[in-house]
């Protein structure tokens, strides 16, 4: 999800097949497929894919909203999803195309029905937490060996990001991420839709202000690997990409993901078809494509997230469904929590509220 | 019938991409945010005739203007785009101007060669040439490489993600908008001005002051508008090289329609900050027009 808040969205089209082919538009996050499941869906379906991508939510949303956005296939989240739907962009999935529904994965799709009733329009692509990245021999060397790498007190007491300043704290810059994992830390309701609530969170993003580097969504992943910063608050499968190209670099980073122990947020990507889409046959191929369990499997093992699909598990690597990270326990999954859309006048307040917390006006 | 055409052909441009956009933009902002495609309400239904137009007209209204006036977001981040934009409009002119006129100094064999020097950025993206100054700018930087090798520094300067690397920034990009204008305004200069000017005991100094500036004022302010007016709704710049302490108001802008979908705010704030922008222009215009009429 959300690989690089660049502002710009980059195109891979492919241009295999046979020009006269039928095509298919996706449009997908950055960074978040095998692209060999790409020619391998040409190759099985005879449709011609165009495949492009974007880096936030809001450039997709804005663009659905505006209409005629020529896609046959989206990947918003959960929340905007939901608001989507409200605002008529979807149309209904025919399930009656789509057999290898049977293969979704029951406890992922009965917590995406609060965004999508009866998951009618959406079909679940991946999913992943927001919590804490930790470059560990830092962190211990500052705070000690007890070091709370798994609790929002790590960066939202102020006392610990004082002294962690000094080797870097970087968070997302993605309110609807950053204001739950507040509230969550202050012991409130993560998904409160009352200003007076969400209020609460100024004064502790206001105490800690001075001793984060930078927000920003995706310069946390060179970031961490590097040795640059050694905290951050962002996605899972982000941190673990950082984990992993600081491995590679053998530079003596040792990076650690963990969902904050109050809680952590749980959100997903879904796949939807725009109502206004021109292939909506083509759609609903890519669709079941994606939901073979051997493509899906694939795919998170490609970009290490999980995904709603329980077939896939089998083909999974080992890297992937052993690592409570990626794939948590039963308990862990408990501890999640999911979040609602924020109504036009509440969105006011937050982004006004962000806006204060990152450029103090 | 001929003339008429040669005033109509303007007008009609005008008409078309500045003006009907305006009143698209106009018309949104006295819309109402809903959750719809396109996410505004009322929409005009033409289909209703003369009834429909009229109950559409009823429902607009300048909410949306006073809300701005409630909130010192919205002035302040349109004062400090002002003072970045007039500020790295100086700037560029200051490092524009002697380019220019070296060029107009240059020999006419030359001349070809270093305008083509002057417009061969242009070639490449502007958003990669924005890119490469990250790359230039940032803590690891070339720039700090490069001083702390000289050992004029010995702790790494932080430009990038401040104000000071979006007026490199700015400077950077719209130099060749300065530079071009004031080079073909010297370039057409008549230089046995300056040599009557020597005859007639002027120092070069004061000759340079009294003849070659007011003769390239049209090429200066030409220069100015070229750079003042895209710098001051700039987005990519501040967004890529400042920090998130930059406040402008083309940041502002996006968050309104990004952040909060709020497409008839977002317009209030572009209306407002086009009517900055021509309410000066044509003051300025019509000042120009007196002074050449009292002149003559």
């Given at each position: 999800m959300r690989?690089?808040?660049?502002?710009?969205?980059?195109?891979?089209?492919?241009?295999?097949?046979?020009?006269?082919?039928?095509?298919?538009?996706?449009?997908?996050?950055?960074?978040?497929?095998?692209?060999?499941?790409?020619?391998?869906?040409?190759?099985?379906?005879?449709?011609?894919?165009?495949?492009?991508?974007?880096?936030?939510?809001?450039?997709?949303?804005?663009?659905?909203?505006?209409?005629?956005?020529?896609?046959?296939?989206?990947?918003?989240?959960?929340?905007?999803?939901?608001?989507?739907?409200?605002?008529?962009?979807?149309?209904?999935?025919?399930?009656?195309?789509?057999?290898?529904?049977?293969?979704?994965?029951?406890?992922?799709?009965?917590?995406?029905?609060?965004?999508?009733?009866?998951?009618?329009?959406?079909?679940?692509?991946?999913?992943?937490?927001?919590?804490i990245g930790v470059n560990v021999g830092k962190v211990t060397e500052i705070l000690g060996e007890d070091a709370p790498i798994d609790s929002l007190s790590l960066i939202f007491d102020p006392a610990n990001a004082e002294k962690l300043a000094a080797c870097g704290i970087m968070m997302l810059d993605a309110p609807a991420e950053m204001i739950p994992a507040a509230l969550k830390f202050l012991g409130e309701d993560p998904n409160s839709h009352d200003p007076d609530v969400i209020a609460k969170t100024e004064p502790v993003f206001m105490a800690i202000r001075p001793y984060i580097q930078k927000f920003h969504s995706s310069e946390y992943i060179n970031a961490l690997a590097n040795g640059d910063i050694c905290v951050a608050l962002g996605w899972s499968g982000d941190?673990?990409?950082?984990?992993?190209?600081?491995?590679?670099?053998?530079?003596?980073?040792?990076?650690a993901y963990n969902a904050a122990k109050e809680g952590a947020q749980m959100w997903f990507d879904?796949?939807?078809?725009?109502?206004?889409?021109?292939?909506?046959?083509?759609?609903?191929?890519?669709?079941?494509?994606?939901?073979?369990?051997?493509?899906?499997?694939?795919?998170?093992?490609?970009?290490?997230?999980?995904?709603?699909n329980a077939a896939s598990k089998e083909f999974l690597v080992e890297d992937v469904i052993g690592d409570p990270a990626i794939y948590p326990s039963e308990e862990a999954l408990n501890n999640l929590f999911t979040t609602t859309p924020w109504d036009a006048g509440v969105q006011r307040t937050v982004t006004r509220l962000w806006t204060k917390i990152k450029s103090g006006t | 019938m001929r003339r008429f055409i040669l005033i109509a052909v303007p007008y009609l441009w005008l008409l078309a991409l500045f003006l009907?956009?305006?009143?698209?933009?106009?018309?949104?902002?006295?819309?109402?945010?809903?959750?719809?495609?396109?996410?505004?309400?009322?929409?005009?239904?033409?289909?209703?005739?003369?009834?429909?137009?009229?109950?559409?007209?009823?429902?607009?209204?300048?909410?949306?203007?006073?809300?701005?006036?409630?909130?010192?977001?919205?002035?302040?981040?349109?004062?400090?785009?002002?003072?970045?934009?007039?500020?790295?409009?100086?700037?560029?002119?200051?490092?524009?101007?002697?380019?220019?006129?070296?060029?107009a100094q240059a020999p006419d064999e030359w001349r070809p060669t270093l305008l083509l020097l002057v417009i061969l950025p242009f070639w490449t993206s502007f958003l990669i040439r924005v890119y490469s100054w990250i790359g230039i700018l940032s803590n690891e930087g070339f720039l700090n490489q490069f001083l702390l090798w000289t050992g004029i520094i010995s702790t790494p300067l932080t430009i990038l993600n401040t104000n000071t690397a979006v007026y490199i920034g700015i400077v950077y990009t719209y130099l060749p908008f300065m530079i071009l204008p004031i080079y073909s305004a010297l370039e057409k200069m008549d230089g046995s001005l300056l040599e009557a000017a020597e005859d007639l005991g002027c120092s070069r100094l004061s000759a340079f002051w009294l003849i070659t500036i007011?003769?390239?004022?049209?090429?200066?302010?030409?220069?100015?508008?070229?750079?003042?007016?895209?710098?001051?709704?700039?987005f990519v710049i501040p967004s890529l090289l400042g920090g998130s302490d930059t406040l402008m108001i083309g940041k502002v802008l996006w968050e309104e329609f990004f952040s909060n979908r709020d497409w008839p705010v977002?317009?209030?704030?572009?209306?407002?900050?086009?009517?900055?922008?021509?309410?000066?222009?044509?003051?300025?215009?019509?000042?120009?027009?007196?002074?050449?009429?009292?002149?003559?």
């Open positions: 690989h690089q808040l660049l502002t710009m969205t980059a195109t891979i089209a492919l241009m295999a097949g046979a020009a006269a082919a039928q095509e298919v538009r996706v449009y997908n996050w950055s960074d978040y497929i095998d692209e060999e499941l790409l020619a391998k869906f040409e190759a099985e379906t005879g449709l011609k894919l165009i495949y492009d991508v974007f880096d936030s939510n809001e450039v997709l949303e804005t663009k659905l909203l505006a209409g005629g956005s020529g896609y046959d296939v989206v990947v918003p989240s959960g929340t905007f999803l939901q608001r989507q739907i409200q605002a008529g962009a979807f149309q209904k999935l025919d399930k009656s195309k789509l057999p290898n529904l049977s293969n979704m994965w029951d406890v992922v799709s009965s917590r995406t029905e609060q965004y999508d009733p009866e998951n009618a329009y959406s079909i679940n692509y991946m999913w992943g937490t927001t919590g941190v673990l990409q950082a984990r992993d190209r600081a491995a590679e670099a053998e530079n003596g980073v040792e990076i879904q796949m939807a078809i725009p109502v206004d889409a021109p292939n909506v046959e083509g759609a609903h191929a890519f669709l079941n494509f994606i939901m073979d369990a051997q493509n899906m499997a694939a795919a998170s093992n490609y970009v290490y997230y999980a995904n709603g | 009907v956009p305006f009143l698209i933009v106009l018309k949104i902002s006295l819309s109402d945010i809903a959750l719809s495609i396109p996410p505004y309400t009322p929409q005009l239904d033409l289909s209703a005739g003369w009834d429909g137009i009229k109950s559409f007209l009823s429902e607009l209204d300048f909410e949306n203007f006073t809300f701005l006036t409630q909130d010192p977001l919205y002035w302040k981040a349109y004062v400090s785009s002002l003072q970045i934009a007039a500020i790295s409009t100086l700037l560029t002119l200051l490092v524009g101007y002697p380019i220019a006129y070296g060029m007011p003769l390239s004022k049209a090429g200066i302010i030409a220069g100015c508008f070229l750079v003042f007016i895209p710098a001051l709704g700039e977002a317009s209030a704030v572009a209306v407002i900050l086009l009517l900055i922008l021509v309410i000066p222009i044509v003051l300025f215009q019509r000042n120009e027009q007196k002074q050449r009429e009292m002149d003559q």
